[in-house]
């Protein structure tokens, strides 16, 4: 009999969902050290949130997360509700001494993310935190950051990042929380263009130390339709209208630590483009390319073999690939769901082994430092701004 790990997610819409599926699935295909049991679900509905625990595989369901942090049987707070709430879970959770794995981004402010860090730091390791960056349990990304910290690409010269989305590209599209800075923190910045910033630091190893930016809301009112339960939402609006007050594109360069440079667009309004999460590398040897519209596969290029110019498409199915041997025989591809798979079991692996997770509320700070950043300086005229602390806050590794 293994230890049980006895979880209690907060949110049941779109996260909710596929943190469900991982939580469902991670001990069916993994050889986990303790074993997650779906204990409780919380919404905020009575009906709602017993739904959803029918549907998602939850035992039990409840209205208020402050029940389920002072609960003895609830070893982990799985946060899955938006930015503005992030804080006061994961700061009751990490007292009370549960392990959290908070949604990313970490919070709505900087201020937020470091008292979050700094519970995290204070709580560990009898508790752990991680951030659900989960583009980082892509196996085409992981393995890229192993290539690239073998040298195989040389010296990190380029960076260039896009998440582009068009859920938005209709101006009749209703307002949802996403769109409300006091709920989400920022627009396409803080909800897609965090992960560019965090698959980034992370891939190359280097934070960055500095940004020029543009922000832009190009449909500054919408329809106020019915509380929207996520992504897909495409109620009809009533004939009131309320304010966007986040962007709805995000474009910046960046410095990096080790002087690298690097060019970032974050946008919900690339019509076409559904989840077009892409990252292209260059370094003095090689270069790496993905798009996470075509997950299962990474394309390499390596200068150093001149009669076979061209970039190679790997297929990331091998069982040497990162997370792949877990799953189906060679060439049968992973999904989305994956990804949220692959970061319980990190997460699980490091409870077990008392190491700290990663991205660590640290990591995710850094992560909250660039996005600031990227805000003050779209503010000021584009104007050049550092980034606070960027040599000690977090770390890529
Ligand atoms: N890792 C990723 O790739 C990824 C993708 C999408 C969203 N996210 C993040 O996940 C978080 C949630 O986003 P989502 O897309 O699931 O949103 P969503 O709108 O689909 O779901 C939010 C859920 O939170 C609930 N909720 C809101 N306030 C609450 C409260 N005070 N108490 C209890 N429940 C509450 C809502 O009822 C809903 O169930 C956000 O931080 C978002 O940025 C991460």
């Not at 730091?121 to 583009?135: K, L």
């Not at 997460?347 to 995710?364: G, K, N, Y």
Request: hydrophobic share 40%.
């Amino acid at each position: 009999m293994k230890p049980p790990l006895r979880v209690a997610m907060i949110g049941h819409a779109f996260m909710g969902a596929a943190h469900s599926q991982a939580w469902r699935t991670a001990p069916h295909f993994f050889d986990l050290p303790l074993d997650p049991e779906m204990a409780v679900v919380v919404g905020r509905d009575h009906q709602r949130a017993a739904d959803a625990a029918a549907r998602l595989g939850w035992a039990e369901s409840v209205t208020d997360w402050r029940e389920v942090v002072a609960r003895d049987d609830i070893d982990l707070i799985d946060i899955c509700t938006p930015g503005d709430t992030h804080e006061a879970i994961a700061l009751a959770a990490l007292a009370a001494g549960k392990h959290v794995l908070c949604e990313k981004p970490l919070a709505n402010s900087v201020g937020a993310a470091e008292r979050m860090a700094q519970a995290a730091r204070q709580a560990f390791p009898a508790a752990v935190a991680m951030c659900g960056f989960s583009y980082r349990r892509s196996p085409a990304l992981a393995f890229a950051r192993e290539l690239i910290a073998q040298g195989r690409l040389g010296e990190i010269r380029h960076v260039r990042g896009q998440y582009l989305q068009d859920w938005l590209s209709d101006a009749e599209t209703p307002l949802t929380w996403r769109l409300d800075k006091s709920k989400a923190g920022s627009g396409a910045l803080g909800d897609i263009g965090a992960h560019l910033i965090d698959t980034a630091q992370w891939l190359i190893g280097e934070n960055i130390t500095g940004v020029s930016s543009v922000l832009h809301t190009f449909v500054p009112e919408r329809p106020i339709g019915e509380e929207s339960g996520g992504l897909s939402s495409r109620a009809p609006g009533g004939a009131r209208r309320g304010p966007v007050t986040v962007d709805d594109a995000a474009l910046f360069t960046a410095r990096f630590v080790g002087g690298a440079i690097g060019i970032f667009e974050a946008t919900r309004f690339a019509l076409g483009r559904r989840n077009a999460n892409r990252i292209e590398i260059n370094g003095s040897r090689g270069s790496l390319s993905y798009d996470f519209e075509r997950m299962n596969e990474l394309e390499f290029y390596e200068s150093d073999a001149p009669a076979e110019q061209g970039f190679r498409r790997i297929q990331m199915t091998e069982p040497e690939h990162p997370y792949a041997a877990h799953w189906w025989p060679p060439g049968h591809g992973l999904g989305y769901e994956h990804l949220f798979t692959h970061q319980v079991v990190d997460l699980i692996e490091a409870i077990a082994t008392e190491d700290q997770p990663r991205p660590s509320f640290d990591d995710a700070l850094g992560v909250q430092r660039v996005l600031d950043a990227i805000e003050r300086s779209a503010a000021d005229r584009s104007i050049w701004t550092p980034i606070d602390d960027a040599e000690s806050s977090g770390g890529p590794a």
